[in-house]
């Protein structure tokens, strides 16, 4: 069938076929933890290219930042999200050689990954060093529906031979060192070693512990059969499940494990040690097979399916890509209200596991309408560290408010280097902008009462202590905010950059919005944060004043105090392999220059249609696309939307076009250290902000559909106001269903669209491209 | 003798008596090498509280810089100058125990330093385990003649005891290691181990030799006598001198040692090996005593002094303060023309032994005007590194001219934040502005064609190429200079720094000053360079239209274009123990306030003061003293010389009073790292440039004195075009003195004052403050 193919992410469609990214590309997660596609043979052995391992969304480990230079007040530990034991890996033993001491030749014959279940499946031919051949077949997914395990069947036939094979199963110590002298700041700088000692248990257990930061976790596996030849035995003192096998040529034999994780702080909370845990886990696993525990898993995903799913028809590559998006960032985000989305999901060490501004202003748009109690949760933990952000931003000097680290793990600024880093204090008004569209989508008022209200109060102190009133010319008497850095990170430590300024204005603003609203409706709530009238006329007074900078005479939005009298840089004629130019010229070249590694101007435009009319969009559009890169994989999907609203539909599909596919073709060259989460986003953005012209206005939610000739179709699923709203589009027609929830008005366009039941209402398109 | 007693430093005259900064203010030097006033019995041990050494100048090692986030074009090596063993090192055993291994008490009972011959004499009091008292007196002189000679005489006493001792001497091991989690960037930051091997020899000799940067010295020392007593022997196979006495109360011994000290890589241009070397050492030291190398090193101090002291009456605590500073800087300068003056001198390992722009602003004037040989030779080691520079400005993407390195040994720099660092690119027009002076103070045309005019050219082609021409607002068509940090290193990565533009200004202006010259003198030379009439057109085109930030409200000279809009830090409610505001506040905090670490802008009204007049200067002065915390010591010499200027004797004497004593009253409190190069540099600006109003300007030399009413009399030399004018202030009446040269015209204010012949000039003052 034509639309489960579209499910399916086969080996041979990839561009790059390379073990350390097919690693990433095949990566299994469930937000709490992922693991890479390995060679299972090989494990972590010296001379595999791979990168193997398992991560824990929030499992880091503490090492000393080390500077050249320390000054006041510098972060001093980096944080490092731990690599753990490869679950995927097997040991044969053939003629008395193991495949762990004497390497077998592996190859692979075929991945796929179904993305409809979660199931993926792979085959490798062993050739021994006696060049007897094997079949080795795994199926694995990561569970949906019980975020601690993680299941792995392996198959396995001969070749060319009849003889006896042993399989041996036991835990991978984690060994490996990655040098911290690296050259690419945005790959892991360096790997903590791990405290692994085995518990006493049934299966084989081992409890591994972090040095620095003190957290441990239970890790296990267990045989999911009843086969009497699998036998737990201790090999060289280590636990493992050992099987003996006689195969013949076309004689299956299958074997299925179930790994169970589990966090050790959290068993302490509840006064149950390790050995409860390992108890509980065996009954859990008690009469469980592969088949019962996929099945479980595979419903959750297809209720994922359900509601996230984007459809798009007249490009089968482009549907599959979009679905592979859709897929990780699922996999990605964590969901217990204690973790965030690290920048490479759970698929690798890429920046060291650490959560940006990426979740909020790139991925959580896709969980705020399709799947908000995610969204409430990723959230929530942006709450639970507004006390180390209050912290935070004492050691900057802020006697009020918070200042959110620019990148983390447990809450504290982990940037070593502040002027791409603790200087980008945009992050603030992005963690108030997520949590206000939030409530807007959803209506959570017990959201915003108990946490939201918090957050965005605090920010907004943040600016009012942070920027102050200008003194001269353009910003004599304005609100003015100095010396920090915006998105684009080709240009630090400026005055009055654009989007920072903007971003601060509206944290201010929805500030006093929902101050007004809760003096009405909770004014104990005001009383609990001192929040008083003084405050909030401070509040008023700093948006309405805030400075913008703005060029008269190309009349375009100016990114900065700075800019206009900085020199262009000559992307045109810079060479090829000199991108990303952060590689290949010092910061103080680059930012000497008018040169931009992404959107940052444009991302005010992109988040505030209303700022602007077409004119002054496309204007700044044509100036910043001349001195953009895009070397940050953040910069394109905003390009595409843009694009878009200045009914550019060639650039908009092809800006599209790049950014959906980015890590199935690896487009970046570096997705083996994980998958861009943050351009998954920005896919789905381009998809419904972009291409459908969806926006959540004052009004209500508005669609304003710019369809590109290349697709027939395009449909997907919102949940706003709780309801959801079907969305189909075609060339000629949108069609709104009304799913769940009460009867709504929506518009197309300045058209009010009644959604009284779920009768689809068509709209009969004029304007669109054709 | 009053004025004798005014060359003397006395231990109890000292404010801060502990041992680490004691032993800067006592540590003797020639430039070439510099060794601190340790304990001489304790040498190395761990529970010694100083920090002893010897310091060859431009004698480092390179390790690696570990940055929290590595950035293309960051400098990879830290260059640090290796600590030596301390050549006072000496054991005493007694009652067959040894100094080194249980240690005695030993009580500093005085010290002095002769600096008008550079003897020190220090006398310690020695209380064996066994409470036999001895004393300890140690002579000892860098000499001055001989730059590779060290010498130290021992003499030995017991107090209450008949009994005997022996003396040994060896040389001291160093294994010291200073770790480099150092929260203060000013002191030293590690310390690199070195390869210490013995040679043979008839005196004991030791090869030292770096790890990483392959420079290798031989250091030996040779007893300066013919006590029969005295045996070279091998002592746990340490080659040493001993010698067992039997002393009595009041019985005297004495001892002299001489060290020597060889660059190895010298010795391998000359193709000769270490053994030629130890041979010439030895024949050099062969009847030779402690009196005579005494000596001559001695006659050679009184030379210096003869030309480059500098009498006051009136304060004999400042004069003998005065002549600490001038004796130190002679002490301090590399005269080899491969060494510059470390900022630290060679008395300590602060700041690493580099070389700042600290030489030419601050330390140049003075060796200009009376030891030009010595501005010569420094000068003459910036020509040297003008490859590395070449070098530097490409990593810097700059495709034409030099950048030179902000801090260096030996060339390459060795900042590890640029902000404070590389980003100082007025480094480049300091160095040229230096240049010029020489040239224009000297008339040594010889250097400007062979050294200065490759160096001024240089460093503008500079400019040219990391400038711009404006596009906006008042810098539109104007020549920027945008993302440096000027001298203020609380404020950084801005543009247009005032004190920056002009330098680079006048870095241009002398380009084509000197081109013009060497057009008519020696078209050959510029031919050579590459210097075009189009390239001068250029240089000048950049010059004239250079932005000079200036606020029309204020009528100040803006220190950039983004101070009038931040907010002014509030220095006077900030708790003393705040200060220096770098080790208590994060640098995006400084930067965001107008706070100045030191005069910024105001450099720029002293170098050039004709740019303003005095309304000008005093609205300048006192918005900038406002706003400036004097955290560096670089900046009271300037205050005290513009506060002359504008008539203001009180703050001209507080804040030369400040900084005249700095280091002898521990005013910074770290001293202890070494002595305050530039600042002792700066107290000669303060009376030369501030107090006697000297100025070299168009027409000649120019002074415009104002005498405090503190002092009675104020008399230097200075050399000026080929000839030496002495100069004596009086409250009434100055004298102009021509000691040598032909007939000069100078100025006493716009007074002509012709100096014929060796007769004195005395001109009566009218308008002098009584």
Redesign the interface.
């Known amino acids: 069938m034509a639309i489960d193919d579209q499910y399916q992410i086969h080996l041979q469609k990839l561009t790059n076929k390379e073990q350390p990214v097919t690693e990433t590309i095949y990566a299994l997660g469930n937000g709490h933890m992922g693991v890479r596609a390995s060679n299972p043979l090989q494990g972590n052995s010296d001379h595999y290219e791979g990168n193997p391992g398992l991560f824990v969304n929030g499992f880091y480990d503490l090492s000393?930042?080390?500077?050249?230079?320390?000054?006041?007040?510098?972060?001093r530990n980096?944080q490092t999200i731990a690599q753990l034991p490869d679950p995927r890996f097997l040991i044969l033993e053939i003629d008395g050689v193991r495949s762990d001491q004497t390497p077998f030749r592996v190859e692979t014959i075929d991945k796929n990954l179904d993305m409809e279940t979660g199931l993926l499946v792979e085959t490798f031919r062993i050739t021994t060093p006696k060049q007897k051949m094997l079949t080795l077949t795994l199926q694995s997914f990561m569970s949906q529906s019980d975020y601690h395990l993680y299941v792995v069947r392996y198959e396995i036939r001969a070749l060319n031979f009849s003889g006896k094979v042993t399989l041996l199963k036991q835990h991978n110590y984690v060994n490996q060192s990655i040098p911290?002298?690296?050259?690419d700041?945005r790959r892991a700088?360096r790997h903590n070693p791990l405290g692994q000692v085995y518990m006493p248990a049934d299966s084989p257990t081992m409890l591994i512990e972090t040095q620095k930061s003190q957290l441990g976790i239970l890790m296990m596996f267990h045989y999911l059969g009843s086969d009497p030849r699998m036998k737990m035995v201790s090999r060289n003192n280590i636990p493992c499940y050992e099987v003996q096998l006689d195969l013949t040529p076309g004689k299956l034999e299958q074997f299925a494990f179930g790994y169970s994780l589990g966090n050790i702080h959290a068993l302490m909370t509840v006064e149950m040690g390790p050995d409860f845990y390992i108890k509980k886990t065996l009954e859990r696993f008690h009469e469980q097979n592969f088949a019962k525990l996929f099945e479980a898993s595979a419903n959750h995903m297809r209720h994922f399916w359900q509601d996230s799913d984007i459809v798009i028809d007249g490009d089968p590559t482009l549907q599959r890509g979009i679905r592979f998006n859709l897929f990780h960032l699922y996999q990605a985000a964590g969901r217990d209200s204690v973790t965030d989305v690290p920048a490479k999901g759970v698929t690798g060490p890429g920046y060291e596991g650490h959560y940006f501004w990426d979740t909020e202003m790139y991925m959580l748009p896709f969980f705020i309408y399709t799947q908000p109690e995610i969204a409430k949760a990723l959230l929530t933990y942006r709450f639970s560290i507004l006390d180390e952000a209050r912290q935070h931003a004492r050691?900057?000097?802020i006697e009020n408010g918070v200042l959110y680290p620019w990148r983390t793990i447990n809450g504290e600024e982990a940037?070593?280097?502040?002027?791409?880093?603790?200087?980008q204090v945009h992050i603030n008004a992005d963690i108030a902008y997520a949590t206000d569209l939030y409530i807007q989508v959803t209506q959570d008022m017990d959201f915003l009462e108990n946490y939201g209200f918090e957050m965005i109060v605090s920010t907004a102190r943040f600016w009012l202590a942070?920027g102050?009133y200008?003194?001269?010319?353009k910003?004599k008497n304005k609100f003015?905010i100095?010396?920090v850095t915006g998105p684009d990170e080709y240009t630090?430590?400026v005055?009055n950059n654009y989007y920072t300024n903007r971003m601060a204005q509206n944290n201010l603003f929805i500030a006093v919005k929902y101050a007004k609203q809760l003096q009405k409706e909770n004014p104990t709530k005001l009383a609990d944060l001192g929040v008083n009238e003084e405050e909030i006329v401070a509040f008023q007074t700093a948006a309405n004043k805030m400075y913008l900078p703005y060029?008269d005479?190309l009349q375009i939005k100016m990114q900065d105090?700075?800019s206009?009298?900085?020199?262009v840089f000559d992307i045109a004629n810079e060479p090829r392999e000199n991108f990303p130019l952060?590689?290949?010229?010092?910061?103080?070249?680059l930012?000497?220059y008018r040169v931009n590694k992404q959107a940052d101007t444009l991302m005010s435009d992109f988040l505030f249609p209303f700022d602007q009319d077409e004119p002054q969009l496309q204007r700044d559009y044509d100036y910043y696309e001349k001195i953009t890169t895009h070397d940050s994989s953040l910069s394109r999907a905003i390009f595409s939307v843009l694009a878009n609203r200045i009914h550019n539909p060639e650039k908009a599909y092809n800006y599209f076009m790049d950014t959906a596919l980015m890590d199935l073709t690896d487009l970046q060259g570096n997705s083996a250290d994980g998958i861009h989460a943050a351009n998954m986003g920005g896919t789905w953005l381009s998809l419904i902000y972009g291409f459908a012209g969806m926006h959540a206005g004052i009004n209500g939610l508005t669609f304003d559909p710019q369809f590109p000739s290349e697709w027939l179709f395009l449909s997907f699923k919102v949940k706003y106001h709780k309801r959801q709203i079907k969305v189909a589009i075609q060339r000629q027609e949108v069609t709104f269903t009304l799913l769940v929830g009460k009867p709504i008005n929506i518009f197309y366009r300045e058209q009010e669209v009644e959604l009284v039941n779920s009768t689809p209402v068509i709209i009969h398109l004029t304007g669109l491209q054709v």
Request: aromatic share 14%; charged share 20%.
């Open positions: 000393p930042i080390t500077y050249g230079e320390r000054y006041f007040g510098y972060p980096n911290n002298s690296n050259e700041v700088q050691e900057m000097g940037s070593a280097y502040y002027p791409a880093g603790t200087a942070f102050n200008g003194e001269q010319g910003q003015v100095n010396a630090a430590l005055d060029d005479d105090d700075s206009p009298n900085r020199p952060l590689l290949h010229y010092h910061p103080l070249v930012y000497r």
